[in-house]
Nanobody, 128 residues
Framework: QLQASGGGLVQAGGSLRLSCAAS????????MGWFRQTPGQEREFVAT???????????FYQDSVKGRFTITRDGAKNTWYLQMDKLIPGDTAVYYC????????????????????WGQGTLVTVSS
């Protein structure tokens, strides 16, 4: 089970940190990520951590959030985070955390269908 939290209302240029707490299993050799969705649109990849062997993970970002968003994890807490800085109104969406127990080939990281576990979503609203 994944529990997302941390959404809210923020002004453009501000910051928010989303959290996704996992229970029941770990993803220590898999993938942990974030997607977002606005009404009438498909779920969109935002960022993910893909297991890279040992205790290392490689981050991947959607181009529009590179340099503004940072994805990290705390293995001891079985939790991952999305630090969102320099927010813009275009970032307004419901954000979903997602995970898979095994790593995904890079070409498949952007596809929601490759993720097996999903959180309930948390709303982020960025005002101009």
């Amino acid at each position: 089970q994944l529990q997302a939290s941390g959404g809210g209302l923020v002004q453009a240029g501000g910051s928010l940190r989303l959290s996704c707490a996992a229970s029941g299993r770990t993803f220590s050799s898999g993938v942990m990520g974030w997607f977002r969705q606005t009404p009438g649109q498909e779920r969109e990849f935002v960022a993910t951590l893909n297991w890279n062997g040992g205790n290392t993970f490689r981050p991947f970002y959607q181009d529009s959030v590179k340099g503004r968003f940072t994805i990290t994890r705390d293995g001891a807490k079985n939790t991952w985070y999305l630090q969102m800085d320099k927010l813009i109104p275009g970032d307004t969406a419901v954000y979903y955390c997602a995970a898979r127990g095994s790593r995904i080939v890079v070409s498949g990281l952007h596809s929601p269908s490759n993720y097996d576990y999903w959180g309930q979503g948390t709303l982020v609203t960025v005002s101009s």
